[in-house]
């Protein structure tokens, strides 16, 4: 993990005071945490996420709020350098120290430095915090401003005018609850006279070694750096010294060269090598600071090349060209102070676990912390990063905003710029389709405003900190300003004609993208999930409770015009609530099979969204318990390096192979065209080589069927090598016209000290077999999976419970459950 080792560090952190002015109310809060953290666990506020609570609470942040908190200082470093750090102050702010206004504050995201040398004291410092109305200050803004500007429709009026995380004020997945509070680190940097600042790793990659620059910026508070000296050791992913040098502090810029590197790979390509750098700041040999800092050696481009299909838009890492495959993110929780290192990591293994090789932070949320991009390194994940616009229009006529801006900007790339995971630096989410496409008030000052933010000012602040990593200013865009900027030709697409616009999933095929970086479907959380906010009688999914856990306004009504499409009609609510999600798994595994079958052409694919802030009806995979959802399990199989698809049409199938892998692959290709009950109608076998980083058809098929044969009988695919078989199915005709059949199943459970094996079979075709331990939260080596008759499969798990335990909750259901 990055750990920036400051050696005169004293932390703040602990209980504060915790007023709201004009209501005599006082308790205690922990710091970092939230002010809705704080109201929550002194019963003050009830859960926000409960029911329609959200309202009420919401109110909660009209009212201003005041932290305070009382600590020594030891005497012998009050003559240092002294300076108070705020990682993350949520959002409008006065503070005070010992009476004395210091700083206020306007943005959360920015880390905020204020010197305190003057004012520390040895004995009952008294630092004082006003936390302004966030509410009350964009109603305010908006209302004085002269323009009516573009605001994400789900979303609080006026938000544009605050530098705070816009998810907060509302979108149509997350509810309208902007928290406030102190919540990542704040404290005292005590330094006596120097201190290293920052620095920055340039790499020149070479034909067989990589050589560093360290950049090593000091801030040197009394004019002494002659008598300092730094000690500089860089350390292999082996634990290996493979470079030390001493030399005075006076030299800020060290050479390093490393032979025969140990390279950074993205997950699936090698592995994520990580370089340990050292920098330990000395005057007279005793320890002034460390500073120690995890690199990758890697070279990232965005290829973006014309060709016959339009223009690529490519990764290329250390000169491989990536598949990127993966989802979008967004904050993992609404209170922030509830967020912590080992959910994040947790979310982000599962998105390994399912082949996820890409995450795109989204516009709209916060600039991750420090931990997330350190198991993003560790993983080798490649992150896409939105700067913090998303879907609106900027006030870029007022300085002020502006200068804020640029100031943030420069705080988090200076912050995230040496993680190797670092592969794009995007200026934000659909503001150039929205001037475009959307018939947006303001056009003339829209577009000025986008063209001063995202194509004149902050690529210029990009290129100077981070020199190294791509600049995209929009997503999407395409290769002019305002034209085409959703193109499957050029740039990046989002495609949300599917879902929002209520056409067929078929209509993914429509579209072969360069890079699909948005799109999705809806589904609803699992009934343990609804269960957390909803009563027995708010249990349909028009019910009032219901459609507040659904921020995008006619979507359960999407969701069954798109079940009807595919599947009969539920027979009960949590049967609705599976099918909702077999909707969703099986829409955008039919997109993505479509784009990978196009590989060279389409080369990278984000499914929208990986994850949410709140239990909900969205477009998640993993939902905000960090409960899988079928589309997680289906993400396993159709983003696996190898994958075997089948593009259907009335009455014939292709059949594709395509191949991630750096090396070629042979093995058995077999096709079986079966009747329900296990019956071989008629197949055939053969050995193929799939090149590697290529897709490729290896077989046309026909059938002289009508749609009434189709009914009982499924196309099933097997690709076999030497260590794995791939596997697809298609049916002909839509589900709900399957002639399935009631399964009986069998089942043999073996338990090996708590990692169980289950070995399934049926009598007869089974659609979305689901496995499930009730009441606990299993993660499956495979689930919501199909199985001929007389197949036989093992699905893997863990748990802590007994044997006999798991049989008593083991529930086995498939598709003919849900309407029989």
Known sequence: MTNNLNNLKISLHG????????????????????????????????????????????????????????????????????????????????????????????????????????????????????????????????????????????????????????????????????????????????????????????????????????????????????????????????????????????????????????????????????????????????????????????????????????????????????????????????????????????????????????????????????????????????????????????????????????????????????????????????????IEQWNISELEFSKQSFIKQYVEVLPEVVKNITTEIPYWRSSPASKELFVNSNSDKYGDMHYWGVWHNLEPISYYRKYTPRFMSEFGLQSFPSLETINTFARTEDLNIFSYVMEQHQKNKTANSKILDYIGKMFKYPKNFESLLSVSQLIQAEGIRYGVEHWRRNYGVCMGILYWQLNDCWPVASWSSIDYYGRLKALYYHSKKFYDDLLVSIEEKKNQAKVYLTNDLLVDVSGELKYSFVDFTGNVLFEESRLVTIDKQSSKRFYDLKFDLTQNDFMDKVLYVSFKTETKIYENYVSFVPDKYLKLQKPNFKSALIDNDGLFALEISTDTFVKYLEVKVLGEDIVFSDNFFNLLANQKRTITFNSKLKRNEVLNKLKINCLYDTYQ
């Not at 809705?36 to 002194?42: D, S």
């Not at 003050?44 to 009420?56: A, H, K, S, T, W």
């Not at 939105?386 to 002020?400: G, Q, T, V, W």
Request: glycine share 4%; net charge negative; hydrophobic share 35%.
């Open 15 to 434: 209980e504060y005071l915790l007023s709201i002015k004009g209501k005599n109310v006082n308790l205690m809060a922990s710091v970092p945490g939230s002010i809705y953290q704080a109201l929550l666990e002194n019963q003050i506020i009830p859960d926000p996420f409960d029911q329609d609570n959200e309202y009420l609470v919401r109110e909660w942040m009209r009212l201003d709020y005041s932290y305070d908190h009382y600590f020594d200082f030891d005497k012998s470093y009050l003559g240092n350098k002294n300076t108070l750090v705020f990682e993350g102050i949520d959002t409008l702010s006065e503070i005070y120290l010992n009476k004395k206004l210091i700083l206020k504050t306007d943005n959360m995201h920015i880390t905020y430095q204020v010197d305190i040398s003057d004012v520390l004291r040895e004995k009952n410092n008294h630092l004082h915090i006003e936390i302004l109305s966030p509410i009350e200050y964009i109603e305010k803004e908006n209302l004085n401003y002269d323009k009516s500007l573009y605001h994400a429709s789900e979303s609080m009026r006026g938000y544009i005018h605050l530098r705070k995380a816009h998810y907060m004020f509302g979108w149509d997945w997350g509810p309208q609850l902007p928290d406030g509070g102190i919540f990542r680190d704040v404290y005292i940097k005590s330094v006596p006279e120097v201190e290293i600042q920052e620095i920055n790793v340039l790499q020149n990659h070479l034909e067989n070694s990589v050589e560093l620059t360290i950049e090593i910026n000091y801030v040197d508070h009394f004019e002494c750096l002659n008598d300092y000296s730094i000690d500089l050791k860089l350390i292999d992913p082996q634990e290996q010294v493979v470079f030390e040098k001493s030399s005075l502090a006076t030299n800020k810029s060290i050479i390093i060269r490393i032979e025969n590197p140990k390279l950074w790979q993205v997950y699936g390509y090698g592995e994520s090598n990580l370089y340990k750098l050292s920098l330990c700041l000395k005057k007279e040999n005793s320890l002034v600071q460390q500073f120690n800092q995890r690199i990758g050696l890697r070279t990232v481009k965005l290829e973006q090349i014309d060709d016959e299909y339009g223009q690529s838009f490519t990764f290329i890492i250390n000169g491989i060209k990536v598949f990127a495959k993966g989802a979008n993110y967004i904050p993992e929780d609404n209170l922030l102070g509830r967020t912590s290192y080992e959910l994040t990591r947790s979310l982000l293994e599962k998105a390994i676990n399912a082949n996820h090789n890409m995450i795109r932070v989204w516009g709209g949320g916060i600039y991750p912390p420090d931990f997330f991009y350190d198991v993003c390194d560790e993983l080798g994940i490649l992150v896409w990063q939105d700067l913090m616009f998303a879907c609106s229009i900027y006030p870029m006529d007022k300085s002020s905003f502006k200068d804020n801006i640029i100031k943030e900007v420069q705080s988090n790339l200076k912050r995230i710029r040496l993680h190797p995971s670092l592969a794009l630096i995007c200026g934000n989410n659909e503001n150039e389709t929205a």
